[in-house]
């Protein structure tokens, strides 16, 4: 992996709860062009069930009692840039030189930009898990982390559209690939869909500006449902001293010994 790279926002209701943004980078000296296959998306919002997320809450439940995904008790589909863009890309080429004809070429797959992608997604998926991990051996704080894979490119990026049923080539800066992967820590419960982002390297600047503003509205968004976070919190240290106490008795007759934060 190229670049990883964190950025960290206070949620501003203790000194310790915090949201964090993971670029997982992969960069690319691409000597040939790039073309993505564009093909629309009837319900972007749909989009919402990609973005991948670890650590504390990824559900609340609110004050009636019901509970609901991270994504969609904020509503990211309003606002996450995955939800925003009615296209993407499943499909994508480029090209290579015939060595006994100097003028002829032809589309191929890469192996860099396979590698690339499978490298991402591993790597999201160990972070992911690593994160989780530090999540159920810590105490119930605020401590949300949110994934982005990103491909960058230095050479020229093209996405594909049909027009008219003329197939037509424009020079982008950013497309939205999607790439469906399965393991052995695949759950039926999240999405086996990745969303990744591919992008020119002189549009990283603005692509930063647009992660730290989708997470600056998390932020706020979790502030102001203060009172849903709260009863999470409330519910999970429950169930914690409960399995704690369950733990003991199976082990021993001596009685549990509590973390401070559970006490």
Same mark, same amino acid.
């Given at each position: 992996m190229d670049i990883k790279a964190y950025y960290e926002v206070s949620i501003k209701r203790n000194d310790v709860d915090n949201i964090y943004s993971l670029l997982i980078c992969e960069c690319?000296?691409?000597?040939?062009?790039?073309?993505?296959?564009n093909r629309e998306l009837r319900d972007p919002s749909s989009n919402v069930w990609n973005i991948k997320y670890s650590?504390?809450?990824?559900e609340v439940i609110s004050q009636n009692g019901f509970k609901s995904p991270l994504q969609r008790f904020i509503?990211?589909?309003?606002?996450?840039?995955?939800?925003?863009n009615g296209y993407f890309s499943s499909q994508y080429c480029s090209f290579q030189q015939i060595k006994k004809e100097k003028d002829t070429w032809?589309?191929?797959?890469m192996e860099a930009q396979h590698d690339d992608f499978s490298s991402l997604?591993?790597?999201?998926?160990?972070?992911?898990?690593?994160?989780s991990e530090i999540w159920l051996n810590?105490?119930?704080? #605020?401590? !949300?982390t949110l994934y982005y894979p990103?491909?960058?490119? *230095?050479? &020229?990026?093209? #996405?594909? !559209?049909?027009?008219?049923?003329?197939?037509?080539?424009? *020079?982008? &800066?950013?497309?939205?690939?999607?790439?469906?992967?399965?393991?052995?820590?695949?759950?039926l419960d999240e999405s086996n869909c990745y969303h990744i982002d591919v992008i020119k390297e002189g549009f990283l600047s603005s692509y930063l500006n647009m992660v730290k503003k989708e997470i600056s509205i998390i932020q706020k968004k979790l502030v102001e449902r203060k009172n849903d976070i709260d009863i999470t919190i409330k519910y999970v240290v429950s169930e914690k001293?409960?399995?704690?106490?369950?733990?003991?008795?199976?082990?021993?007759?001596?009685?549990?010994?509590f973390p401070r934060e559970f006490k």
């Open positions: 690319e000296n691409n000597a040939q062009p790039v073309v993505f296959f650590g504390f809450p990824s509503n990211m589909d309003r606002f996450h840039h995955y939800c925003q032809m589309a191929t797959h997604v591993k790597c999201l998926n160990f972070e992911k898990y690593r994160n810590s105490r119930p704080i #605020i401590n !949300l990103v491909l960058i490119l *230095k050479g &020229d990026l093209f #996405i594909a !559209l049909l027009i008219n049923n003329q197939l037509t080539l424009k *020079k982008t &800066d950013h497309v939205q690939f999607q790439k469906n992967y399965f393991s052995s820590k695949t759950t001293r409960k399995r704690i106490e369950q733990l003991a008795s199976e082990s021993s007759t001596c009685p549990p010994k």
